[in-house]
């Protein structure tokens, strides 16, 4: 039968609710006046005190009820804290010890929402995402009055000291990355400098396409002993060196030598031609630079290897005599400009092997994260800074284009590997 009693008239008849309970809406309701969000939050906290409560029952046996087999007592009520939002909030917690008085029992509900990992990922998620720590409260979720009078973990210092934390976990984890499970085609290494420290990272792309932050090194330069360490600490990570790789670097002397001590001569390198084009057209007059730039393009596209080459070296020459500069300058490692044209790469494919871009893509993501830095204090806070931001831009990766030529790619160098070794070795 359907009743005609109003429903707020029911809720107001305090013969039908209990007091607890009426108190308890009544406090909702100043909390509903909040938003949406603190009533939530209200709402969850009473749950969680429950919860609490129940599990007390669970260890010690229902309060005012003998039981002389129980291992547990209760033993009063304490202030503790919770994770919120970003924050931690104050709480009475139950207690409860052994019977025979000498360890507390831990009580898993409270274990599980006083953890503090959530308010470190949140601190590192905002932070990442360019709030800076002095106005870390200001984007903070409305939770209402109350809560917000007990929240602490919310200061400059405190998001300082989570954010850290954070980001020496992620640059543990990136340098601790095993390496020896996976198939790699291509790695790319490239430099990011920091107020006067350079960092050489890189990246792999495995025969399926994908993407994967490989690690980095630190120093003063970019130099081969620094470029050196990194390679060889892949190495020691899992990095098979007697895989089939392509290597894709700025041009850099330093990264191309880096290379040889480790994987050796014959493992095969692409200079990146936006580095090249870009290093040679600085070098010209202004007049000169676009038909010079569409030569070098055409040149680049062209599939013939020993046709591309050809095209290249007539264009030095053209260049010598009024440019000398520019003429040098596109003699310097020209041959490894047309690597991936010379093993047979093509289309798309091609186009993302030809440049540093997927890297340097890894690379802005790390600068955009860090522009809200005003105070370098330390190298190893420029790494923690890198490595969480080459992890960030992991989250963001797609397949290369072109990926389904990949696997090809890997096979036909390590032939090729295997061929130049078998010909160096004493007859």
Known sequence: MKSNVPVAEAINDEDVLPERVRVALGELVGAAKEGLLALSVEVGLGVLHELLELEVDEVVGVKGKWN????????????????LGGRRVGVRRPRARTADGESE??????????????????????????VSGRKYRRVQEPVGDDAARRERSTSKSSISRAFVAR?????????????????????????????????????????????????????????????TALLSDLVSRGLDVEQGLLFVI????????????VFGDEVPVQRCVRHKERNVLELLPER??????????????????????DQLKRLAVELEHEHPGAAASL??????TLTVTRLGISGKLKRTLQSTNPCESMI??????????????SGEMCLRWTAAGMLEAETRFRKVEGYRGLAQLAIHIETDLIKHRHQLQPR
């Open 288 to 309: 000169e630079r676009l038909p010079i730039k569409r030569r070098l393009i055409q040149t680049w596209q062209e599939t013939d290897h020993a046709k591309a080459l």
């Open 331 to 336: 003699r310097e490692g020209m041959e490894e």
């Open 250 to 261: 700025d041009g850099s002397k330093a990264l191309r030598k880096a290379i040889r001590q």
């Open 105 to 130: 029992v831990t009580l898993e509900t409270y274990e599980h929402f006083a953890n503090r990992d959530q308010l470190g990922r949140l601190a590192l998620e905002r932070i990442l995402a360019g």
């Open 68 to 83: 002389r087999d129980r291992s547990a007592v209760r033993h009063g009520h304490e202030d503790g804290e919770v994770t």
């Open 364 to 377: 802005g993501t790390v600068r955009a994260i860090q522009r809200n830095v005003k105070n370098w204090s």
């Open 167 to 227: 980001t020496r976990e992620a640059l543990w984890h990136l340098m601790s990355r095993q390496l020896a499970d996976l198939r790699l085609a291509v790695v790319m290494l490239d430099g990011i400098e920091i107020k006067g420290r350079t960092n050489v990272v890189a990246l792999g792309i495995t025969t399926e396409g994908n993407k994967l932050a490989l690690g980095l090194w630190s120093g003063s330069t970019e130099n081969a002993t620094i470029a």
